[in-house]
């Protein structure tokens, strides 16, 4: 499976927007990125995915570099419910026996202040 | 509507023996997935039924670990001789498959500790 990378850690201040990278530089073409978060004592919660185009929704927005190699998942008003461990994980397309299984990195701890 | 449900939520064994963790999928999800938690580290992959079959078992560490899905929904994860490397958060995840989307909806987990 191809790899990211994300900081340990990011601090952001509430309503300030936070935006985490991830690196991904071995990326397939078939390779779909995909965001999730864990709060504390939470199983994890899908945010985004997308494949080649920016992609918005409720919760943020996924910014993806044009050579696929790098993205950028964007919390426009950062709140304190937001603070997590955020994961970047590419997910390989249809098709195979391991269709949909994740493989979680360490994440991205991310700390929002008062 | 009932999310992925998880028992039981703590599980507290000795060394040596057998434990049983129960995951109830969102109804209709026909993918289900096991993964395992150390602390401070991310979900690690253990198993993936499609149905009642298990399509993928390439995570599970050793065969003293077992799952099964008899009926396509609920799923027993099976743990013989538990050692005090087990001791972790079990999570238990769901997907709707038939599209592309691709969203896993995840358990509160079963935190397992082996003294």
């Known amino acids: 499976d191809a790899k990211t990378t994300q900081p340990n850690s990011m601090e952001s201040n509430e309503e300030e927007p936070v935006h985490l990278p991830c690196n991904h530089s071995t990326i397939s073409g078939t390779d779909y990125i995909h965001w999730y978060r864990q709060l504390p004592s939470q199983g994890p919660e899908y945010v985004i995915h997308g494949l080649t185009s920016n992609v918005n929704n409720r919760m943020a927005s996924l910014a993806i570099a044009e050579d696929r190699k790098s993205s950028t998942l964007i919390l426009h008003r950062a709140t304190l419910r937001d603070a997590a461990v955020y994961y970047c994980?590419?997910?390989?397309?249809?098709?195979?026996?391991?269709?949909?299984?994740?493989?979680f990195g360490q994440g991205t701890i991310l700390t929002v202040h008062p | 509507g009932a999310g992925v449900s998880q028992t039981p939520s703590n599980k507290v064994t000795e060394k040596g023996k057998y434990v049983e963790l129960r995951c109830d999928p969102i109804s209709g999800h026909t993918a289900l997935y096991w993964y395992r938690q150390s602390l401070g580290q991310g979900p690690e992959f253990l198993i993936y039924?499609?149905?009642?079959?298990?399509?993928?078992d390439s995570g599970l560490p050793n065969d003293r670990f077992f799952a099964v899905r008899p009926e396509g929904s609920v799923s027993t994860l099976k743990i013989q001789r538990t050692e005090r490397g087990d001791s972790a958060m079990y999570l238990c995840?769901?997907?709707?498959?038939?599209?592309?989307?691709?969203?896993?909806?995840f358990g509160p987990g079963t935190r397992l500790t082996v003294l």
């Open positions: 039924f499609q149905g009642t079959g298990a399509a993928d």
């Open positions: 994980i590419l997910r390989r397309g249809a098709g195979g026996t391991s269709y949909g299984k994740l493989t």
């Open positions: 995840a769901s997907r709707q498959t038939g599209t592309d989307y691709n969203e896993q909806f």
